[in-house]
């Protein structure tokens, strides 16, 4: 079993749409969790971090859920520019990562 | 911007050859890590470094071997490339998120390699 999985999509929504992504963990002792965005060609880049509490940065909320081993990510009200990929990541203990294949989204105008 | 460049950024190589790939730091940080990235795969983990010639393998370290002798570069060797090499390359450094415990990796442009 992967130690990160996502749905891969894609996901075309239109523009101002809400759109939600789900991912789950394999290992529960992974101790800290990322969104990253990755745009076509480019490095990933870290969107937010994922706290027990969830959290929230504008338009983007995360979640997660440690007895399910689920975290997700929910956009609200997007825009053209949120079109890329949507990586998952999870670190197990000190530096280790773990990154799922990422869920790719279109936003349509 | 956590100041990570990759050299060369493109290189088209034969199959048999050895390739060395470099990654530079400005910022001192104390790990590095080496990720291939592939249709399907996710980014997956090659090496990393946690200091200046300590160094550990990865998921996909066969085929590769690394080499850090200042804190500032990681260097990744392809002993000798095979097609199966061919992929997108990506130096990574780790640190801590807003000063907390956790640690999340900052990544450098990628190197595209492809061997013939």
């Known amino acids: 079993r992967k130690e990160v999985e996502q749905d891969p999509g894609p996901f075309n929504v239109p523009e101002g749409a809400t759109v939600a992504f789900n991912c789950t963990y394999s290992n529960s002792a992974s101790q800290s969790f990322f969104w990253y965005r990755q745009d076509c060609r480019k490095e990933p880049k870290l969107l937010m971090s994922v706290y027990s509490s969830g959290n929230e940065d504008g338009r983007f909320t995360a979640q997660l859920n440690r007895a399910s081993q689920y975290i997700s990510l929910l956009i609200r009200d997007s825009k053209l520019s949120d079109s890329a990929t949507y990586l998952c990541?999870?670190?197990?203990?000190?530096?280790?990562?773990?990154f799922g294949t990422g869920t790719s989204l279109t936003v349509i105008p | 911007d956590a100041g990570i460049t990759q050299s060369p950024r493109h290189k088209v190589t034969e199959t048999g050859t050895p390739v060395t790939l470099r990654c530079h730091q400005t910022?001192?940080?104390?790990?590095m890590y080496w990720y291939r990235q592939d249709p399907g795969h996710g980014l997956r983990l090659i090496h990393y470094?946690?200091?200046?010639?300590?160094?550990d393998k990865g998921e996909v370290s066969d085929g590769y071997s690394v080499s850090r002798s200042k804190t500032e570069d990681f260097l990744l060797t392809l002993e000798s490339a095979t097609s199966s090499q061919t992929s997108v390359y990506f130096c990574a450094i780790s640190e801590s998120v807003s000063g907390g415990y956790q640690e999340t990796q900052y990544f450098g442009p990628g190197t595209r390699l492809l061997v013939l």
């Open positions: 910022e001192n940080h104390r790990y």
């Open positions: 470094s946690y200091g200046v010639k300590d160094t």
């Open positions: 990541v999870v670190n197990r203990a000190g530096n280790q990562f773990y």
